[in-house]
């Protein structure tokens, strides 16, 4: 008697238009019993597309609410670690630059200071740390680009001059790669080249190499 009602609540269902999704959501059936009971009710392709609309408006709704909430953790996580972290000491932040360029400068010149990314962010960073911790004024640093040959040159040095706030007489000229720029952006690059920026300075090379030996010679 029970099969016989949910059959007969599954018909009613179909008959208001509900795919076999929904009836079998709502009465907890399977598909394959369905399908042998419905198999003579089938929707009109009206309805099979406004089915479908919805399924993906509901999809779209679903990802937008999930990125909200994971956008709000991430955001509780950020405000929890702003308050933990800052306000920052000057021996933290040399600290911090000092780790930066054991990771991402050159090493192999001794004399001066530089460090390559396709990160803004860390060429920014590079450029405070210089200037605000160790006294280097911004109109001593210069620039060149690594771009590819099928980039807008003046449009990405353009972007990087913008970005870090340096004008483009401290640009030397940029080294053109002649490969083509698709398969670092196809790897998830943020697409604007990479970026060097360097210091000619001996003597603040020297203080940084060997600050570098105290810490390594210590871990």
Known sequence: MSRLKDREKA????????????????LKLSKGTL????????????RIRELRDCSEQRIERFRETMKKKREKILNDIYQQQRENLLPLKERELFMIG???????GTKHKQDGLSVSNTDPAVIKFFIYWLNKVLGVPKNKMKVILHLYSDMNIKKETYFWSETLK?????FNKPYIKKNSSERINHKGSFGHGTCNLRINDVSLAQRIFMSLRV???NV
Do not use: A, H, N
């Open 166 to 170: 340096i004008p483009l007489t401290q």
């Open 11 to 26: 018909l009613i269902l179909r008959k208001k238009g509900m795919s076999y999704g929904q009836i079998k959501e709502k």
């Open 35 to 46: 399908s042998v009971w419905l198999k003579d009710y089938p929707l009109s392709k009206e």
């Open 98 to 104: 000092l780790g930066l360029y054991w990771g991402e």
């Open 215 to 217: 810490v390594s010679g």
